[in-house]
Structures are given as C-alpha cells and as structure tokens.
C-alpha cells in the first residue's frame, strides 16, 4: 500500500466515525427533547390538575371548569402520544366523567363572606390568584382567544 492509499483510508474511516457521532448525537438530541416536552406536559398537567382539584366550589364557575377540563384532556392526549407507558386514556375518561358530574352550584347569600374562617377565604383567595395567572399564562402563549379567557 502506498502511502496515499493509507491516507484515503484513514480520512475515509475519519469521516464514518464524524458522520456516525453525528448521527448519533441528533438521535440523543430528539430525545432529550422528547424528554422534556413530556416533563413539561406533566408539569403543566398537574398544575391544571390542582386547580381543578382545589378550587372552591363557592368561586368556580362552569366556564373555568370546563376550561381546566378541556386544557387537561388537551395535554393528557398529547402526552398519551409522546409516552404510551402512561396512563392517559384512562385520565382523559377519568376527565370526561368529571365533567358530566361537574355542578356548580350558586353560593348561598348568608352573612358577609362566603367562607365561614378567615383561613378558607384566604385559601380561595390564594387559589384564585393562581387561577388568574394561569389564565393570563394561557393568554400569553395564545393558545386561547382572550375573549373566551
């Protein structure tokens, strides 16, 4: 062998190992990604999740609910695409019966507050503080129509 053809075979075996590690970092890459678009759907999952879960019924309205509900199924179903090892068919049905059984009922008119402790009203004062930033979030991102929010 000639020195030129040892040459062209070490770049030759130089670009293979360059073209396989970047191959392989691209795939490392997507996922990474796919890994925390998933963390990120279920952290924005469970903080929908607990809004829904907590607030009171004296301040929810059927519009919020089915908001919470509707933005739910909406990331339980994209999530249930990205990761099948998650239970999302199982949560949206769960998502579904909740809402054939949500009723709001109008608070009753007694007294000067709605919530019989300082403590409860500050709860659902603190909730409600989270309600209107995740509203404004959502409002932020456009997924919404601002008059619908």
Same mark, same amino acid.
Do not use: C
């Given at each position: 062998?000639?020195?030129?053809?040892i040459?062209?075979? #070490?770049?030759? #075996?130089v670009?293979?190992?360059?073209v396989?590690?970047?191959?392989?970092?691209?795939?490392?890459?997507?996922?990474?990604?796919?890994?925390?678009?998933?963390?990120?759907?279920?952290?924005?999952?469970?903080?929908?999740?607990?809004?829904?879960?907590?607030?009171p019924?004296?301040v /929810? /309205?059927?519009?919020i609910?089915?908001?919470?509900?509707?933005?739910? #199924?909406?990331?339980?179903?994209?999530?249930?695409?990205?990761?099948s090892?998650?239970?999302a068919?199982g949560?949206?049905?769960?998502?579904?019966?909740?809402?054939?059984?949500?009723?709001?009922? %109008?608070?009753?008119?007694?007294?000067?507050?709605?919530f %019989?402790?300082?403590?409860?009203?500050?709860?659902?004062?603190?909730?409600?503080?989270?309600?209107?930033?995740?509203?404004?979030?959502?409002?932020?991102?456009g997924?919404?129509? /601002?008059?619908?929010?």
């Open positions: 062998m000639t020195p030129t053809e040459g062209l075979i #070490v770049i030759t #075996v670009a293979l190992i360059i396989g590690s970047l191959v392989m970092q691209g795939i490392e890459n997507q996922r990474r990604e796919r890994r925390l678009r998933i963390l990120a759907l279920k952290d924005q999952i469970r903080r929908a999740d607990h809004l829904l879960n907590s607030l019924p004296e /929810s /309205s059927s519009a609910l089915s908001l919470l509900i509707k933005y739910l #199924v909406g990331h339980w179903r994209e999530l249930g695409e990205l990761d090892t998650t239970n068919a949560q949206i049905a769960r998502l579904t019966e909740q809402a054939k059984n949500a009723k709001i009922k %109008p608070a009753a008119a007694s007294g000067l507050t709605l %019989p402790t300082k403590e409860q009203a500050r709860n659902a004062r603190a909730v409600m503080r989270e309600v209107a930033q995740f509203l404004s979030d959502l409002q932020k991102l997924r919404y129509p /601002s008059q619908q929010l």
